[in-house]
Structures are given as C-alpha cells and as structure tokens.
C-alpha cells in the first residue's frame, strides 16, 4: 500500500499519462519517471528491512504455537484422555498427610442466565491427569514437598472449547493447603458474548476454604 507521499505521486503522475499533460510542464514526464525511480527505490529498501523482521517474527510465532503442544501434554497429560465426573457429598480431609501437602482445585462458574450444561474441567499435575471437576465441584489430593506444576484443560467436543487450558506452579511445603480457582468467564465484545475463558489462579487461604465450603467434592474417573 503506498504512503500518503506515494499515492500523491502516483496520483498525479498516472494523470499526467492519463492525456493532460498538455497542461502541464513539458518536464513533467522526466520528474515524474525520477520521483517514481526514487519511490521504487526506497520501497524496496524498506522491504530489504521489513521482510527478514516480518519472517523471524512470523517464524517465532509459529515456534511458540508448535511449543504449546507438548508442553501442554507435558504439564496436562495425554489429551485424548477423557472423564466422567459428578459431584459427590463427602467431607474434606482436616489436615493434609504426614510429610505432605495439600493441593485443592475447586472450579468457579456463575453461568449466565439462560445458560444450560456443566463444563468439566480435567485437572493435571506434573504431566499426569488427577481428575476432573464439574459442576463448581472441587478435587483434592496430596503432593510431595517441592515445585509442582498444575494444568486446567477444558474437556469438549467442541474445538474452540477444548483449546482452552490455564497454568499455575506451586512449591508445597510438608503439611501446607494450597487452594487454587478454575475460573470460567465470558468474554464479550460489545453487547455479544464473543467466547469463554478459562483460569487457574492461587488464591487466599481463607477464600480458598470458603469455595470448598460452598461447593460440593467432585468424584470423577477416566472414560473407558
């Protein structure tokens, strides 16, 4: 596309050998062919520049997209593995084992009104599924001391869904809870719901112990 400067050239350019040249200098035709030369010189200096950044820049997006495959199996698990999960009455355990800690995934949705069906929501750690959770149900379970690394991954026929997943990292002290939100959220553009979003975040304690309160365990098992 050419420049403000550029199109003026052209513009005026491509009228004078459009047949009104008559009313125009007789050296017009040279300025023209002269502006137009440097014009064409210096677009193609500048594509000497902008190609090879556009090509790394392109290059290294698709690297990144390339990458979310495996680390995404890596940290999640295989993603072909599918569950069935309901969510279940049952008490939390008190305090975590001997020597662990506590991890609590506990999934957030306040659907819209209208809005039908549950999503489940698999749970991995360290490139193994834990479970799913369905319902603004919750799952627990104990990890060794050290860094571990948490997946959500939305499970849908759906392939706009199920290309949502969201990360979190925790390193558990023996005998800690940790609580972490799978939140659900829409995103809108202007007045529509564009599409849903999902997150998985750390939060407070105190918060953390209310949302399991407020919700129900999850009991869920692979799909045979």
């Not at 003026?8 to 017009?28: D, K, M, N, R, Y």
């Not at 040279?30 to 500048?46: S, T, Y």
């Not at 659900?184 to 564009?194: K, M, R």
Request: hydrophobic share 40%; proline share 6%; aromatic share 10%.
């Amino acid at each position: 596309m050419a420049t403000g400067f550029e199109a003026s050239i052209l513009f005026e350019c491509g009228a004078s050998h459009g047949g009104v040249t008559a009313i125009l200098p007789i050296s017009w035709p040279r300025i023209c062919g002269a502006l137009l030369r440097d014009v064409g010189v210096q677009r193609e200096e500048a594509m000497k520049t902008i190609f090879p950044t556009t090509l790394l820049f392109v290059l290294a997006l698709a690297s990144a997209r390339f990458a979310q495959g495996p680390v995404g199996t890596a940290v999640c698990g295989p993603l072909d593995v599918r569950f069935d999960a309901q969510t279940a009455a049952g008490q939390p355990p008190a305090q975590p084992e001997p020597g662990k800690a506590l991890v609590y995934v506990i999934e957030d949705f306040k659907k819209a009104p209208g809005e039908w069906g549950n999503p489940t929501i698999r749970v991995g750690l360290d490139g193994a599924w834990i479970g799913a959770v369905r319902a603004n149900s919750y799952i627990f379970f104990s990890v060794d001391p050290g860094e571990h690394h948490l997946c959500t991954s939305w499970q849908s026929h759906l392939k706009r869904l199920s290309s949502l997943a969201s990360f979190s990292h925790v390193t558990a002290e023996a005998g800690n809870t940790y609580y972490f939100r799978a939140r659900i959220t829409y995103v809108s553009a202007g007045h529509d719901v564009a599409s849903m979003d999902l997150n998985l975040e750390s939060v407070d304690p105190d918060e953390g112990r209310f949302l399991v309160a407020s919700n129900r365990m999850s009991n869920s098992h692979p799909q045979k």
